[in-house]
């Protein structure tokens, strides 16, 4: 069974950065480097959406609220995924998710809070 494991969020004010970081434990390391993995947000009474994605061969995409804005990055030795936001902005606060799929396999971390105050 794969854990993912956020960190790094936190309160930050607008116009700053934060990185997460997402850690896949218990996955085996083809498990990982085939995977496609994405950060999600989510804000209280909103569905969870897209923010960021990487596949297997390395291509992303985002979504149109945070390109230019946010970095998705990975590091298949380390089976973790990395984002990195840098001008933040207050509507960028919610719960961001980190998400891991291979083939069916769908998996989710915990979630970790992102604050940005104006």
């Known amino acids: 069974q794969v854990q993912l494991v956020e960190s790094g969020g936190g309160l930050v004010q607008a116009g700053g950065s934060l990185r997460l970081s997402c850690a896949a434990s218990?996955?085996?390391?083809?498990?990982?480097?085939?995977?496609?993995m994405g950060w999600y947000r989510q804000t209280p009474g909103n569905q969870r959406e897209l923010v960021a994605e990487?596949?297997?061969?390395?291509?992303?995409n985002y979504a149109d609220s945070v390109k230019g804005r946010f970095t998705i990055s990975r590091d298949n030795a380390k089976n973790t995924v990395y984002l990195q936001m840098d001008n933040l902005k207050p509507e960028d606060t919610a719960v961001y998710y980190c998400?891991?799929?291979?083939?069916?396999?769908?998996?989710w971390g915990q979630g970790t809070q992102v604050t940005v105050s104006s």
């Open positions: 990487i596949a297997s061969g390395f291509s992303s």
């Open positions: 218990a996955a085996s390391g083809s498990t990982f480097r085939f995977a496609t």
């Open positions: 998400k891991l799929r291979i083939l069916s396999r769908i998996y």
